[in-house]
């Protein structure tokens, strides 16, 4: 009786946790470079009253054995790296990865971030830099004066400098990827740092074997499908009134037994 209790009390914690997933996911519908999560779900130990496979008689035994389960929990929550879909704009700083890889993003403390984020500024310094000020890795300074900033589909950055006839290259953009991209802890601001999970960065540059090539003037929007975060959402309520019901029963059920008279 109390095993349902505890059992329909980890079912609605655990879909609790899947909604408060889903509920990030649709808040970040329009975040450039967002990669939705999916909660995993885990059954947890069993009690066993009667082992499978136990004895009965010299030539037989039992086929199945008795195994109570005391319910769920949350194992993970997986970030899904599918390609988001793209949309075209007119900011020549917009740059998107189409396939795999992550833009290197360097952070005041001198460490490398990563992001899949394709809205890039300029500084005042001519620099090329995130939302948040952080730049680029490698990095490329933009002249003053200078026109016609472009990105070709392998990274490399050129401009037009007033009296030049040919355009001057100022850098060239490197992603890097990972064995695991799961693994990257997720830091917020649209970027990712490296784990033990993830395993060590490749870097090498788009159109690369491994790597995606680079699309200016787009943005890579969130891959966050809004139609299939809502089947989730019925099927996270459901699941928790469903839990909420066996502990309902299961309460009722302790109450007739409470209730019992000579």
């Given at each position: ?18 909604l408060d997933v ?117 990095g490329a300074v ?121």
């Amino acid at each position: 009786m109390l095993r349902s209790l505890w059992s329909g009390a980890s079912g609605m914690i655990a879909q609790q946790t899947h909604l408060d997933v889903i509920s990030n996911d649709l808040a970040n519908v329009n975040t450039s470079g967002f990669k939705k999560l999916r909660a995993d779900f885990q059954d947890l130990i069993y009690q066993i009253n009667r082992e499978p496979g136990a004895p009965v008689e010299p030539d037989s035994m039992v086929p199945d054995g008795i195994q109570v389960g005391l319910g769920v929990k949350v194992v993970g929550t997986t970030r899904m790296f599918m390609q988001g879909s793209l949309q075209t704009t007119d900011n020549p700083t917009d740059v998107a990865i189409t396939g795999e890889g992550f833009f290197q993003v360097t952070m005041p403390d001198g460490t490398i971030a990563y992001t899949r984020d394709s809205n890039w500024k300029i500084d005042a310094n001519g620099q090329i830099v995130t939302h948040d000020g952080y730049l680029m890795d490698p990095g490329a300074v933009i002249p003053e004066g200078a026109t016609d900033f472009t990105v070709s589909p392998t990274g490399a950055m050129t401009v037009r400098v007033a009296g030049d006839m040919e355009p001057e290259e100022i850098g060239q953009i490197e992603l890097a990827r990972f064995i695991n991209p799961a693994g990257l802890r997720s830091m917020g601001r649209n970027l990712f740092i490296e784990t033990a999970a993830s395993g060590a960065p490749i870097v090498g540059n788009p159109g690369d074997e491994g790597f995606g090539m680079l699309e200016q003037r787009a943005l890579e929007m969130s891959n966050v499908q809004v139609v299939e975060e809502m089947v989730e959402m019925i099927v996270a309520q459901r699941a928790y009134e469903a839990n909420s019901k066996t502990i309902t029963t299961a309460d009722e059920f302790l109450r007739i037994a409470n209730n019992l008279r000579r």
